[in-house]
């Protein structure tokens, strides 16, 4: 694992465009198992070329494609029923044979991550599903309530770069929209308290700092997971777009220690809210605390006739006390 992994910075023009989808309203609806295949699901990527007044052109988020670069993510099991046991089944299959990709790199202890999220980011899952010998890999899973989902295959073919695709799953039953939790500085999981210090700053790094308490103590004997004290999901309200970090530092380099901070230096991909995962190991079990955050204006690129801007939270002459 590379030291102070980074977020890449996506296409911004697409947060403005969409609002909190399922996240606004307290209608009651019900939801049907009679869907169509969530395969391919028409989501695009966002368009080349945005970069929300940044000046550059970043690439767009994961996620946000059932089929890129040759793959295509095929959902075998496009609904469940909530609130029960299912497995859900799929393949990333190869766009130019038609087959089941079975070669794949191993990054953080596994060849796939598989990632499960409501619309309105109120569940949350990291799976780790089996693959059997014709590249069909599955999981057990029960999603708690009713309405729309996202499934995100988090992979890097053998010989490939890393990708992510993602395709919709149905979870049937009586609908009720959530809104999105508030911002907030602390998560409560489990007994125990997660703090947050810094935001994510569009067109710019950031750090940001997570510190683990239990019962008012901090946590300094993290346990390693995937090779990592801590893993960080973002995804970003309306339209899902998926980034997966890796904190600075990892167990056994000599200098990073088991808690009870966990540092990520990230950059935002746009303006916009996002949700926060971070899943921990401690006393063999693992924790995911989340948290709503929300990305400020882009900052600007400096030119030769003006000075670099300050950060949004930052007073001229002022440090915002979260250096690199």
């Not at 089929?67 to 029923?81: F, H, N, Q």
């Not at 990708?163 to 007994?191: C, H, N, Q």
């Not at 947050?196 to 300094?220: I, K």
């Not at 970090?245 to 009870?260: I, L």
């Amino acid at each position: 694992m590379n030291t102070g992994l980074r977020i890449t910075a996506f296409a911004a023009a697409l947060a403005a465009a969409f609002g909190l989808a399922y996240g606004v309203g307290g209608g009651v609806g019900e939801i049907s198992l009679e869907t169509g295949s969530a395969a391919h699901d028409g989501h695009a990527s966002a368009p080349p070329g945005g970069d929300g007044g940044t000046g550059g052109g970043p690439a767009a988020p994961g996620g946000l494609q059932v089929s890129e670069r040759g793959y295509t993510l095929d959902l075998k099991t496009p609904a469940v029923t909530a609130g029960r046991s299912a497995e859900l089944r799929f393949a990333i299959v190869r766009d130019a044979t038609g087959r089941a990709l079975t070669s794949y790199q191993e990054e953080h202890t596994k060849e796939l991550h598989l990632i499960v999220a409501s619309r309105d980011l109120t569940v949350f899952r990291h799976l780790h599903p089996r693959r059997a010998a014709d590249g069909t890999w599955s999981a057990p899973v029960t999603l708690p309530r009713a309405g729309a989902y996202r499934v995100f295959a988090d992979f890097t073919p053998g010989g490939g770069d890393g990708l992510t695709l993602g395709t919709d799953l149905t979870a049937s039953g009586r609908y009720s929209p959530a809104p999105l939790p508030a911002p907030a500085g602390t998560a409560e999981v489990d007994g125990y308290r997660v703090s947050l210090r810094g935001r994510p700053v569009p067109g710019r790094d950031s750090e940001l700092t997570l510190t683990v308490t239990r019962n008012g103590e901090p946590v300094r004997d993290l346990q390693p997971y995937l090779g990592a004290y801590g893993h960080l999901v973002a995804l970003r309200s309306g339209d899902l777009g998926y980034l997966h970090v890796h904190p600075n530092g990892e167990p056994g380099d000599g200098a990073t220690s088991p808690g009870p901070d966990i540092s990520f230096t990230t950059t935002a991909p746009s303006t916009g809210t996002y949700r926060l995962f971070l899943d921990f190991k401690h006393a063999g079990e693992v924790h995911t605390a989340a948290f709503t955050v929300r990305a400020g204006r882009p900052a600007r690129r400096p030119d030769a006739s003006s000075p670099p801007s300050p950060h949004p939270s930052e007073e001229p002459g002022k440090h915002s006390g979260h250096g690199h």
